[in-house]
């Protein structure tokens, strides 16, 4: 982290929107639409909820008992009717929702009318096996279209989508299948990865055998011919939608319903459940995609993400689409089967808003600029970038290479908070490094543990001070775990980001305060790859760092103590590695593992992992006068 903080301090460069961004941008005047905004959060929002279609309206916008928030009470709304029957009704029936491109180069296009009605015939089915409002349904599948359309199915009826990330392993799909309860699990037998079949259903057979609560599989089957189902339990994906109805009414929900559990890494080995609902995550999707994005009817929408992740949820599925926009969403990897896989889907669909990760661009700044150079990227407008902190040298490459005049919108933002909460609009002045200002409606700073606000350019914590209609409602089945986030420092929201302010007001974001790590932008919690590996027989005990790395931002490196008789091998490091990809998947596995005598811990027993951290970095591990060993 050190060099990263650095650069990112030294960063001064400031680039200001061209004449033609300006021209297009709905908001023209960030500061003064800013200002209006928070001196009344409420009114802003409501005004962004009356651009959407609601069965019966709010009596009250939001009810904030801290820290428990209800937004547009009273009312009934479906995000589904928002995303599909507004658009259907129009021009925009025959208008393309949905690109999607394999990783062999196989094109499916879906109109919004037939994603209407694919998600309709879901929707019936669904109802067919019984499932109703309140329900949970795992999704457990590659990045293919019927992710997106067993999500909207879901949540057309009021049942609740958890989508499992297809790259974890069967414990992990099974905790979290058991945390849910969930009666459906919705499979594919295979995905594929740089031109290798990954099984999926074996994972899902493994995963099933400890989850009692599951009562059908239902299984896309992408390979030929079709593998082998155990009926009544297993169904085939085509021929449970087969005979279904092309129409289903949109049920008509309580705003505060849940329309999705999306697990996702914390302090502790447990994944928490983040929960959000119809109203207000509808209301928070669309107003920032539209603005952020500035998305007009004729773009071509392109993000990276896999709706396996937060970012999938929100901006493949729910925000593009109640936004009517044209999604691209391609399989695969940015480099595979060459890296100008992106650049060419770029020129080949004219895409005008890419949406994409800084540990991406990093990877493919290895591969040098004559890549993006061979396509034309004339038709690109608007870039975004996500998941991690983007250093100004990725910035000012992705800049460069698409054309030097298209911003960048640095977007920050959480699993919990659903939507983007920190950046720039196209028309606000970028600094490369920082995700800038707060979104219209959010008020944000950097405080001090006791909740004071901090002068410019001192580092501390990222706190929002209101709610918001998009945060997140609760942790399921954990209502503990919630009020965490509002009640560690008083008075607001604590991100778990450090962060500090220039005299711009622009913020910086630095990385997690805690023990979050993100991986290639891939959020994972030290304890969970610690608890995978003490899982293996020669471990006794294990800590877990987050070190900087020059493409994925931060890479895994584990310190453990062997058992009592176990000698290192590299037979030994391999098969420990092994354990934890079985346990968690692939993006847990430490790139590195060092065998310790001991480690850092605290009188309480409490490891000391920034004490390993300092010292792995050659730092100064600041007060350590409550280690024990
Ligand atoms: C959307 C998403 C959340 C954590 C967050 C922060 C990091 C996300 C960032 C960023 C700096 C950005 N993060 N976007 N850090 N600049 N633009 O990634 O959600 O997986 O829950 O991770 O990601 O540390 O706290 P999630």
Redo the contacts with the bound molecule.
């Keep these: 982290m050190g060099d990263k903080i650095e650069t990112l301090l030294k960063e001064s460069r400031t680039y200001h929107p061209t004449a033609k961004t300006k021209a297009a941008a709905y908001i023209q005047d960030y500061e003064a639409e800013y200002k209006k905004s928070i001196a009344d959060p409420e009114g802003f929002w409501s005004g962004m909820a009356k651009q959407l279609e609601w069965f019966t309206p709010w009596h009250t916008v939001l009810e904030w008992n801290y820290p428990w928030a209800k937004w547009f009470v009273g009312a009934t709304c479906n995000i589904t009717y928002n995303c599909l029957d507004r658009h259907v009704r129009t021009w925009r029936k025959n208008k393309v929702a949905l690109i999607w491109v394999g990783e062999n180069d196989q094109e499916r296009v879906f109109t919004y009318g037939e994603l209407a009605r694919q998600v309709n015939r879901c929707a019936n089915a669904l109802k067919q096996l019984g499932l109703r409002k309140g329900d949970r349904v795992t999704i457990y599948l590659p990045k293919i279209p019927e992710q997106v359309v067993a999500m909207l199915a879901c949540a057309r009826i009021g049942v609740v989508h958890s989508v499992v990330y297809s790259g974890f392993s069967a414990p992990a799909l099974a905790s979290r299948v058991n945390d849910a309860e969930a009666r459906l699990v919705i499979t594919a037998d295979v995905g594929y990865d740089r031109g290798k079949t990954i099984p999926l259903k074996p994972v899902v057979d493994e995963a099933l055998s400890h989850c009692p609560s599951v009562e059908h599989v239902v299984v896309v089957r992408r390979q030929s011919p079709g593998w082998e189902l155990a009926a009544p339990k297993e169904i085939d994906w085509t021929d449970w939608l087969h005979s279904q109805p092309a129409a289903c009414e949109a049920e008509q929900l309580d705003a505060e319903t849940p329309l999705y559990i999306l697990y996702?890494s914390g302090t502790t080995g447990k994944p928490k459940g983040v929960v959000h609902v119809h109203g207000g995550y509808m209301v928070g999707t669309y107003a920032t995609t539209k603005y952020v994005f500035d998305l007009k009817d004729d773009d071509v929408y392109f993000c990276v993400a896999d709706p396996g992740?937060?970012?999938g949820h929100s901006y493949i599925v729910y925000g593009p689409l109640l936004n009517g926009a044209t999604i691209l969403t391609a399989e695969g990897k940015p480099d595979y089967p060459n890296p100008g896989r992106w650049w060419h889907l770029i020129e080949r669909y004219g895409v005008s808003i890419f949406y994409t990760t800084p540990t991406a661009i990093r990877l493919l700044m290895r591969y040098g600029e004559d890549w993006p150079k061979k396509f034309d990227l004339s038709t690109l407008r608007i870039l975004g970038?996500?998941?991690?902190?983007?250093n100004p040298e990725a910035w000012e490459w992705f800049h460069r290479v698409t054309g030097g005049d298209k911003p960048i919108m640095?977007?920050?933002?959480?699993?919990?908070t659903g939507a983007i909460l920190?950046?720039p609009l196209p028309t606000v002045p970028l600094k490369p490094g920082s995700?800038t200002r707060p979104f219209l409606g959010i008020e944000a700073d950097v405080v001090d543990r006791e909740g004071n606000s901090l002068p410019p350019n001192a580092g501390g914590f990222a706190v929002i001070k209101k709610p918001w209609p998009s945060m997140m409602r609760t942790i399921y089945k954990d209502p503990e775990r919630y009020k965490v986030y509002w009640n560690t420092i008083p008075n607001c929201y604590t991100?778990?980001?450090v962060c500090h302010k220039d005299a711009d007001g622009y913020m910086w974001?630095m990385?997690?305060a805690d023990d979050?790590i993100?991986v290639a932008?891939?959020?994972l919690g030290t304890a969970e790859v610690e608890s995978a590996l003490v899982s293996h027989p020669a471990v006794a005990e294990a800590a877990v760092i987050g070190k900087p790395h020059k493409t994925v931002g931060e890479s895994i490196k584990a310190f453990i103590i062997l058992k009592q008789g176990q000698t290192e091998s590299p037979e030994l490091i391999q098969s420990i590695k092994d354990q934890v990809k079985a346990e968690l998947g692939k993006i847990a596995v430490p790139s590195e593992i060092d065998i310790v005598p001991s480690l850092p811990k605290t009188r309480s027993g409490k490891i000391m992992r920034r004490v390993l951290k300092a010292k792995e970095l050659g730092q100064d591990p600041g007060d350590i006068s409550t280690i024990e060993e």
């Design positions: 996702t992740w937060v970012t970038s996500v998941g991690e902190p983007i640095d977007t920050w933002w959480q699993t919990e920190i950046t995700a991100a778990g980001d974001f990385g997690r979050v993100k932008g891939n959020r």
